[in-house]
């Protein structure tokens, strides 16, 4: 497990405690401040999600627009594939923000790859695939522990645990 964790360009401590932190900067010199990480608010999360949700539909008509002009032949087609902010592929960013089926269907369609593995210098750690698992993964523990202890959000917990599994199938599914 890493002691930090990288978020917004500062390093800062996964335990919630306080870290000093010290930048150079040619314009100011020594910077220093203290820096706490905090959970984003649910509102501001969903607006987030909601933003990249728009910009994947953006990108995959981008796409579809780019490979019908100029994907005369397989040579010079674009697909999900390709990397985007800090070489994370898009489909894998997809997954991560669970962005849902329709769209995950439509980047597979156009070509994405769910086993594909993170370039090296990728800060995507593993292939989609993985990612939808450790997800899923995580979602059945939650609703789980949920189901036991009489929780309220158990349906919730239940249903993202089922949706999950959707994506999950879907990306197994896919053409090798």
Same mark, same amino acid.
């Given at each position: 497990?890493?002691?930090?964790?990288?978020?917004?360009?500062?390093?800062?401590?996964?335990?919630?405690?306080?870290?000093?932190?010290?930048?150079?900067?040619?314009?100011?010199?020594?910077?220093?401040?203290?820096?706490?990480?905090?959970?984003?608010?649910?509102?501001?999360? @969903?607006?987030?999600?909601?933003?990249?949700?728009?910009?994947?539909?953006?990108?995959?008509?981008?796409?579809?627009?780019? $490979?019908?002009?100029?994907?005369?032949? $397989?040579?010079?087609?674009?697909?999900? $594939?390709?990397?985007?902010?800090?070489?994370?592929?898009?489909?894998?960013?997809?997954?991560?923000?669970?962005?849902?089926?329709?769209?995950?269907?439509?980047?597979?369609?156009?070509?994405?790859?769910?086993?594909?593995?993170?370039?090296?210098?990728?800060?995507?750690?593993?292939?989609?695939?993985?990612?939808?698992?450790?997800?899923?993964?995580?979602?059945?523990?939650? @609703?789980?522990?949920?189901?036991?202890?009489? $929780?309220?959000? @158990?349906?919730?917990?239940?249903?993202?645990?089922?949706?999950?599994?959707?994506?999950?199938?879907?990306?197994?599914?896919?053409?090798?």
């Amino acid at each position: 497990m890493k002691p930090y964790s990288f978020h917004s360009g500062l390093f800062s401590p996964a335990d919630g405690q306080w870290k000093d932190i010290e930048k150079r900067s040619e314009t100011f010199g020594l910077v220093k401040f203290r820096a706490k990480r905090r959970r984003a608010k649910k509102e501001y999360v @969903a607006q987030k999600r909601k933003d990249a949700i728009r910009l994947f539909g953006i990108q995959l008509e981008t796409i579809e627009r780019f $490979n019908h002009e100029y994907g005369i032949s $397989n040579t010079f087609r674009l697909t999900p $594939n390709i990397r985007g902010i800090h070489g994370i592929p898009l489909l894998y960013a997809a997954v991560e923000i669970t962005a849902g089926l329709q769209i995950v269907e439509k980047l597979l369609s156009l070509g994405g790859d769910p086993r594909k593995p993170p370039e090296r210098d990728s800060l995507a750690t593993c292939t989609p695939l993985e990612l939808a698992k450790k997800q899923y993964d995580r979602c059945e523990i939650k @609703a789980r522990e949920a189901s036991k202890s009489s $929780n309220p959000g @158990a349906v919730a917990s239940a249903e993202k645990s089922a949706q999950a599994k959707r994506l999950l199938d879907l990306l197994e599914a896919a053409k090798q």
